[in-house]
């Protein structure tokens, strides 16, 4: 490698981007498609090196949706949502945590340490990462909203920055899974979304960078010309009133408004099923997706 | 609590005890009937909880081969062992790190948490904290030694110390899955005992405490009069020449010598059946199990 | 010790009362009878080690009075008093500097380090810790107050909080001699009860003890029954007003609110008479004396 | 820029070596063509600040014989030289010192501030850097050494290291001018060679890169087929002997093995023509020029 | 030295004062006569390495013209002054740049360090220290105020004061050259009044002292009584408006008031052809020269 | 003060001694006359004040013999001494830590901080400074040395060098009354010599210098002209043999011993009437008393 100037030339063009950001924090949402496709997470797994080796401080929260849904189905578990969620007793709990924790989790750590990174995987419960609450459904009956439970669902009460900055102080990647401690031993499952949106929040991150399966907002998703670029907070919120903004892009939008408010820099949404969207995404003037800004 | 004077005479005893160990590392190998029995799970939990407050420096290294085994059968698997070691095609490994990693260690995290400690979940693979090689089986075969594959069963190559020392010098209780990395991303599964001794050499801990289901160590198993307060290397190797030590006990007491030759301070096979077995052990001049010395 | 499971399981209890405090600076006034006492003076001596192997931060200031009264008769020196008040010519101010520095303080600091702990001795002049003026007494003549100059009797100015932190920080436990740099090299002697709530104020103080020889503070001194469990600053002053609250107990009492008004968690009269009162009121819920809160 | 995927790639390319790298002190010796080209000016400058952000340790040292010699043409002062070595009196010595600290080196640290990198200009009298004793020129006469004093022409005593490291701490480039301090206010002219191999060795520098207007080293330099990849210092001792290594080379290769000497890791002659020579040779496993190895 | 008691009492007279100014930040505009005179310059060098030793934080600022001028009579380059500044092209530029950093700087450098100090030469691009723009210079045309391009003339636009704080923190001496970067490699020349007046205000300076080749500041320069001890701003600008001050000493006293404006200390206009005025100034309660004051 | 020239050169000259001790520890033993001459007393604290502020890092060993017996007579003790040693029974240990930690140790602090230095009192009890043994004392009977028990005189067996280097790095300046701490809360008098020469050796200082009431020490004491500039440890034990050296001045010899076999730099017995012998002493390349070296 290496061997001809006009690669060596490239290196250098990359010399004020790597400025720009060395020592800032970029939260990654991973999830969708390039968490599935064997040659995509390599791919992701060495962005995220790649961050590191610049002198960035990356974080990456993973979901896990299908893996769980799999593995429920190994176990000859039936899957049951309401409003789109989970419903989730002991049992499914501690599958999630496992699948989660245990095997994408682990996954993504050892691809990123294959790249000659340094990653710590952790979850809700290590250092008391995520504590958190329970969550009720939202069950639209009749015309009004009700109220459900629908167990160990939570959302974020409290984050531990403290761990995430004395890891990331220490040359180390978080690798975090979705769960949360209830603080008596007990699991939450968390929308990871959520997650990764609140612990942007907690760091102040300069970036919190969502990869998704689609390129990125539209204001009419039949209508390809109708594609955002850039997105402030109330633009978003009357998209999501009006329907433009619907399903699983409705927590991602939500995560990003989270991260804003707390004093995050910029938050964007962008397409995981291209090879290299992060870093393309950071170090790139133009951009790719949509950018959600305050 | 703490009404009666008697109660705050019993704290003050202990004085002497906690200041002798104050800043000290104690690595435990947890393993047995104290992880599978309900209240014993929460008695060790507060045993390693209290030691943290008490200003010592716990690791804890746990196993999971029942529980291996129970998921292993949830997704009918048949498990198939040669020279007593699992063998372990990638299906198993990956079962295995995710029961470990995701079940077994989320669990025991959980419950110091909630006594008000802060333990950090690791494995392996998390900041290489465990590389490995492959492991093949020795099979005597006609009373020939023969090596055997028996798949990704791995040994310990090198353990990252630092990364346990600046957990431990932030406050966090490291609780240790016994998996290795192939440096690949892949995953190798680890005999606990073995980990346990690795680790308790790379830190010199001051400490090695092996919980097991029973007393400790005898002269001759059936006569309980042979009962083994303090063994050294010597003694030991020749018991297990004789077959005095046989089966798990073996790389228990190859663990405990692993540690010692490291420059560990001493070892102690104890009887994890018994409540508080571990403040026992440090707390009391006296001591409970098998002391395995230098 | 430690022998019997029930003893560990006084050492579980104590967890969270640990946790609680760990870090936290608590100022103990130490005086009265237990200073008299030989077996309180060891008991006393071994709770402040406790607090410090416990992980607090203690801080000791001591009286002396009956002390210095005691040597001023061997040196055929008569003890004077206005307004309660000790008149302090150059030669009494010598020997009370004397004998809480090179007495009662050595003692002190004795008896903790006889118990593992290490303790450092101060008084006023060492590293300008305490920096004092003349303080004149009021004498009511003929229902007139009048200021009349008593000698080398000080009130605070000034505390060098830093060089306490310092020692904290250092693992050291500062016992602290009531005396008081005029900063040309000349001595006041302050009431203790005073510099104890000065001390506690500079440190912003988690706790305040003060130790005394009655049970706390009553309505009305004559009837138990009035026995106050915990009083804030308003019913305070009522109660010094009305004469619920009269001779040394009021230097105590201010002293709680100088504490308070500084920024301090809580302050406790409590009786050192009763053996462990010291750690009994830190490691309870009910508490034992009068707790003075803002 | 970055726009295509292809250049991603070669940044990611890019990582093993950076990896391998990050924290490292590279010396570089800058002089000849490519500090008289002011397109390779710019060339060398990007280089350098890449290796800054690239998270090595950087240290230039450049010579300035040909504008020393400008300058004094100038000012109409001739250039004496005895074995190759420039006479230098006082006014030329003070001249030198101009030219080297005043312009050569303002303007390299400009160039490299100016690609947003952080460089410091030194000489030898900053901070007692470079402490140097007179040194007299060997002057074969009738086949008989005779040391000859030439002024003001120094060699290196002593290197204040400690200055360079607390610079690269806190990251900084230090770009040395090759003077030496006589420790009371004068200054010595120094062979530039020479102090990049000295404070390569007091550095213990990973690399020291000298950047020549050649190829490399040559076994006979008429016959471009004898150019050597790699050479010992016994191989280096040899050619110098008989002639293969002659005239500047010389000084390079003594530099070479005084920083090897020292403890230094490797030693390269490279072509400093070439664009990008100095990456090239840090990134890439083939090199280019002449390694000089212990 | 020092055998007789007499010279111990000097040296204990000075214990307040060197109290007062420990850890202190003083910064000190040199030129005029005292950069000319041998001896005095041998004596400034004194009194910066005594500041060093008595602990305090010494900044050395100093100006050049005359050499300035001498050189480029040297090289046949005439000088020419639009309203008293210095028309500077590319090539005075350089040689300004030349003059100021590779011999001024040099000199002042070697010969603090020949006293034992440790100095380091800085001008306006190493680290980034003084980065400037362009400035244009009013000219008067017919009573119009016109603003004229008069070449590299540069104002300050941002001191880096962190490079300046290291350098002391670790016991060096900064020595600094007035030039300005303008950030793409190129140099602007700057009034050293000025810069040393930005630097005290960056730094937040205790004292500013400005060495002169007058006594001070007199209301009327005819009338040596008119000395003025003290001036505060609003006088200050009074005597700028009347002409009581002009010429060089207008922007000595903008530096002075941009220094206070900054939160310095005081400043004091001081007369350097006196031997030690600057210990003088510094170790005296009366001062010589004029004090400027906010 | 400084308002003249040759003041400030006085400063000046003393730049080299400065320098060279910057940095450095220097033990001086406080006793006899200095002690007792109110004007002199207050040279004492200046010029240890000066040290601190001329950078050094004093540290103070104080004796009291004179007062101790001084206070034995106000409470109508009588003082027995058994060769030279005073008979220490529980009553004049006490008397005796009370009169040098309380009285003399409190004297000096505060004579010290009136100088604005920042001095901190300690006896061998705090932080378990000195940790020692009981000494018998030797008995010549008839030619034969007996042991002979006289009480509560103790010879140091470990000095806490951590708690005085903690000091000296936060700026303080221990001053140390010469008790030594049984373990038990006890207390021994020690010889004040031998702890000055234990605590110099503990901490390897630069310099330990002794203030006696002689001019140093002589070949003979009658024959003024045998007065001894320079001793090693040969020649001293030759003069203690043959009783050139006896009586109090053994101790002080055997004290620069014990420094100088630990590693101490050199020590000093000097004539403590002479005012400001300590800083001519340290200041000075002559000195003044008797050297004694290895």
Same mark, same amino acid.
């Given at each position: 490698?290496?061997?001809?100037?006009?690669?060596?030339?490239?290196?250098?063009?990359?010399?004020?981007?790597?400025?720009?950001?060395?020592?800032?924090?970029?939260?990654?949402?991973?999830?969708?498609?390039?968490?599935?496709?064997?040659?995509?997470?390599?791919?992701?797994?060495?962005?995220?090196?790649?961050?590191?080796?610049?002198?960035?401080?990356?974080?990456?929260?993973?979901?896990?949706?299908?893996?769980?849904?799999?593995?429920?189905?190994?176990?000859?578990?039936?899957?049951?949502?309401?409003?789109?969620?989970?419903?989730?007793?002991?049992?499914?709990?501690?599958?999630?945590?496992?699948?989660?924790?245990?095997?994408?989790?682990?996954?993504?750590?050892?691809?990123?340490?294959?790249?000659?990174?340094?990653?710590?995987?952790?979850?809700?419960?290590?250092?008391?990462?995520?504590?958190?609450?329970?969550?009720?459904?939202?069950?639209?009956?009749?015309?009004?909203?009700?109220?459900?439970?629908?167990?160990?669902?939570?959302? @974020?009460?409290?984050? !531990?920055?403290?761990?995430?900055?004395? $890891?990331? +102080? *220490? %040359?180390? /990647?978080?690798?975090?899974?979705?769960?949360?401690?209830?603080?008596?031993?007990?699991?939450?499952?968390?929308?990871?979304?959520?997650?990764?949106?609140?612990?942007?929040?907690?760091?102040?991150?300069?970036?919190?960078?969502?990869?998704?399966?689609?390129?990125?907002?539209?204001?009419?998703?039949?209508?390809?010309?109708?594609? @955002?670029?850039?997105? !402030?907070?109330?633009?978003?919120?009357? $998209?999501? +009133? *009006? %329907?433009? /903004?619907?399903?699983?892009?409705?927590?991602?939008?939500?995560?990003?408004?989270?991260?804003?408010?707390?004093?995050?820099?910029?938050?964007?949404?962008?397409?995981?099923?291209?090879?290299?969207?992060?870093?393309?995404?950071?170090?790139?003037?133009?951009?790719?997706?949509?950018?959600?800004?305050?």
């Amino acid at each position: 490698m290496f061997h001809e100037i006009d690669k060596i030339e490239t290196l250098m063009e990359a010399i004020p981007y790597i400025k720009k950001f060395q020592g800032k924090t970029v939260v990654i949402k991973y999830g969708g498609h390039a968490m599935v496709n064997d040659e995509l997470k390599h791919d992701v797994a060495r962005d995220v090196a790649f961050l590191q080796f610049a002198g960035l401080r990356p974080v990456v929260v993973h979901g896990g949706g299908p893996e769980i849904t799999g593995m429920l189905k190994k176990v000859n578990k039936k899957s049951e949502f309401v409003s789109g969620m989970r419903v989730t007793d002991a049992e499914t709990v501690d599958i999630a945590e496992m699948v989660l924790a245990g095997s994408i989790n682990t996954d993504i750590v050892g691809l990123i340490n294959a790249h000659g990174a340094s990653a710590i995987g952790l979850n809700g419960k290590d250092g008391n990462l995520v504590i958190a609450d329970k969550m009720l459904a939202d069950v639209n009956e009749n015309g009004e909203v009700k109220k459900v439970d629908i167990g160990y669902v939570g959302e @974020v009460k409290k984050i !531990n920055a403290g761990l995430l900055n004395s $890891l990331l +102080d *220490n %040359g180390y /990647i978080p690798v975090i899974a979705p769960t949360g401690s209830d603080g008596k031993g007990g699991t939450y499952n968390i929308n990871a979304d959520i997650v990764a949106g609140e612990i942007a929040a907690a760091l102040k991150a300069e970036k919190l960078v969502m990869l998704t399966d689609v390129k990125g907002i539209y204001g009419d998703h039949k209508d390809k010309s109708t594609f @955002v670029s850039t997105l !402030n907070s109330e633009q978003a919120k009357k $998209l999501m +009133d *009006n %329907g433009g /903004i619907d399903g699983g892009m409705i927590p991602k939008v939500n995560a990003c408004m989270t991260a804003l408010d707390a004093g995050a820099g910029k938050t964007h949404i962008i397409d995981g099923r291209v090879k290299h969207s992060i870093l393309t995404e950071i170090f790139t003037d133009s951009g790719t997706g949509t950018e959600v800004v305050k």
